[in-house]
């Protein structure tokens, strides 16, 4: 199976990205023009007040062509002097000429200078402060998601983990095209330019030390090649797919997959479900939608209700992860609820974030390797 060109070229121009290259998001700024016109303004204050000393003490000036210094003159003299050009037919000739020159004149010439070359100084040291900024976060990045593909499918899934409390900081996304990655560093994300069926791409996500994974990819093809790579870098990892066609879904769990959802069966299953039961259809989407409506919660069971059967809960329980097996509410095995199990309850989208913060982080091995 060959990687596929579509998700590496799917922009205009077949765009070719520098691929590894680590973005990270950064802080807001004015905009470039704007502050270079503020620069070019200073510089020209500076020019202006250099002029106004030289024409206050004219006399103190001696101009070698006719001895006398005009404004023309006083412009020339300034920018010639600022820029440290010095062509010497105009001199201060007086002892106070000289010492507004030393006490004066030498001080706008540097900072007439250091305005001018600003802005190259600046480039030297942003790319110092950028490989700084990158080492440092590679140094604290533990345990963080990776998303490789941020199309709708990507930034959905995303949105809804947020949504639940993931931190911004503990996400990087990884895909082909560098305006996806703008777009995601401007939401205040880490982003890798590059192929993500490449292992030296994912490692410089830091896919190695991730606790789960998205693959959102374009195309199925391309979702298996990544699933792989990323399951050989990482086999503790929690690994969750996205497949277009159904009869895909057991070749992404042959490679490594924990979860894979069918996102046109999926689609196709709820359009049908609310032609024929609207009301039902719109309680379904509540459910997948966090944050509205109902919520499903994933959270361990409390000492209060070990030995309690899942109809005694506060929650109304839909399963119950015993070990690596899944438990629907009617069986009956299910009751008596265990100390170790964990429960899958609807609840309030108001009372979805009490539940996550009993339960506390999730361990990406519960789900059903």
Known sequence: MKPSSRDTKRYQGGEQPATGRVKLPRPIVEYPLRQVVKRLLLAGLVLAATVLIVLIDRDGYRDGLDGDVSLLDAVYYATVTLSTTGYGDIVPVTDTARLINVL???PLRVMFLIILVGTTLEVLAERTREEWRQKRWRSVLRDHTVVVGFGTKGRSALATLRATGLKQERVVVVDPSSQVIDAANADGLVGVVGDGTRSDVLLRAEVQRARQIIVATQ???TAVL???TARQLNRGANIVAAVREE???PLLRQSGADAVITSASAAGRLLALSVLSPSAGTVLEGLIEQGTGLDIVERPVTKAEAGRGVRDTDDLVVSVLRGHRLIGYDDAEASP??????????VRAGNGAQNRQKSGPKSGSSQGR
């Open 337 to 346: 609820l265990q100390l170790t199990d964990r429960v899958i309850t609807i």
């Open 247 to 249: 009869e895909n879904a």
């Open 104 to 106: 004066v004149v030498t």
């Open 219 to 221: 195309r199925d093809d």
């Open 226 to 228: 990544v699933t792989l």
